[in-house]
């Protein structure tokens, strides 16, 4: 009679531990959990950086917002809290709830601008030949790499009051009474100027990504479409747009926040100025905290900002994901 010491193998994980890997072979758990664990390490350093470079910062603006610091205390090193203080003089105040609007209104602005023009110049690019699309797509990076202090500085030569280009081609043109026109003495020519700056150097990023999503639409959907009579609008709302609205909601999100945010091109243009009118919420955060030197109520208002800025954005992807429901 035998007796059985040993339990033979039964399954695969019992075949793997009595294999020829020997004793240093990791078993089928130990190598399902590294490999669940390997997203979770690879981001790890993107994170850290993250709340590095980011996080602290924040919580040091949030700590800020709670203090009334002013030059004295900075010299001084006296840290001196007012709990709620700078929210309050801030939420009650007139001119923050009129920056607010002007920055909404600012960015819808700038964004329609740039999602109908960027889409437009990424279909022309679809539509090229190769020298002509290469010669533009060059175009494109040239002003979308341009640094924002460049560019900002270009545009203030462009519409210089007295040696601009643009008052001398439009003096030119018979428009005799723009030869010295202050293009800065008024809101709305300011905000034209500055509108000019933000959709010039944005559109090109979102040209050149539609025009690569274009370029994976297979073929046979527009060949089919022609079959079936489509004309060019019709291809362009059945095939071409329902593989774009993706990428549009997308793009339209990132282009809010930048827009949002826009804070050299208000700045270098015209410090926010004629009077304080042309200023949007970064700038007025700026001014009130480090022109004014009232560095508490700075960063209140910067942290306002950052609350807006969400929730404006998460009204956004609250009405993309409502569409997306309904077409499925």
Known sequence: MTVQTERPPSGAADVLEAGDGGPGRLKPRAVSRAGALAPYLLLLPACAATVLLLGWPLLKDFLLSFQNLNMAQLIQHVTEWNGIDNYKETLTSEDFWRVTLRSILFTAVNVVLIMVLGTLVGLLLARLGKRMRFTLLIGLVLAWAMPIVAASTVYQWLFAQRFGVVNWVLDKLGWHSMADYSWTSSQMSTFFVITMLIVW?????????????????????????????????????????????????ATTFLEIIWVFKAFAQVLLINNGGPDRLTEILPVYAYIEGIGNQHYGMGAAIAVLTILILLGLTAYYLRIVLKQEEDEL
């Not at 639409?217 to 329902?242: C, H, K, M, N, Q």
Request: proline content about 8%; hydrophobic content about 50%.
């Open 201 to 249: 150097m944005s559109i090109p990023f979102v040209a050149i990504n539609l025009y690569a999503a274009t370029t994976t639409i297979p073929v046979e959907l527009y060949e089919a479409a022609s079959l079936d009579g489509a004309g060019v609008w019709r291809s362009f709302t059945t095939v071409t747009l329902p593989f774009l609205r993706p990428f549009l909601y």
